[in-house]
């Protein structure tokens, strides 16, 4: 079992940057891959970005390569997202998720509450 909470979040002007963290609770932290996802209002959750367990592998969405970067500190059980050069459609409810670390919603086994990001113009 694993347990998250995200902190982080914020109203942020565009252009500027925000680092969500999300600490976990649990002793199988680094076996998991970790990934960063986003709701916007009437959208479908999507895919941000995915770590392996060791950290050593990374994918990004198109839209957010090169702007976020994820990591993670296993000794800490805690995944960042650092989300710089930040655009009004960045805004969103970000959830971080632990599993399999795909690109699909269905293949993450726990989820956080999230964390509200507004970017504004």
């Known amino acids: 079992q694993v347990q998250l909470v995200e902190s982080g979040g914020g109203l942020v002007q565009a252009g500027g940057s925000l680092r969500l963290s999300c600490a976990a609770s649990?002793?199988?932290?680094?076996?998991?891959?970790m990934g960063w996802f986003r709701q916007a209002p009437g959208k479908e959750r999507e895919f941000v970005a995915a770590?392996?367990?060791?950290?050593?592998?990374?994918y990004y969405a198109d839209s957010v390569k090169g702007r976020f970067t994820i990591s993670r500190d296993n000794a800490k059980n805690t995944v960042y997202l650092q989300m710089n050069s930040l655009k009004p459609e960045d805004t969103a409810v970000y959830y971080c998720?632990?599993?399999?670390?795909?690109?699909?919603?269905?293949?993450?086994?726990?989820w956080g509450q999230g964390t509200q990001v507004t970017v504004s113009s």
């Open positions: 649990g002793r199988t932290f680094s076996s998991y891959a």
């Open positions: 998720a632990a599993g399999l670390g795909s690109y699909y919603v269905t293949e993450y086994d726990y």
């Open positions: 770590i392996s367990w060791s950290g050593g592998s990374t």
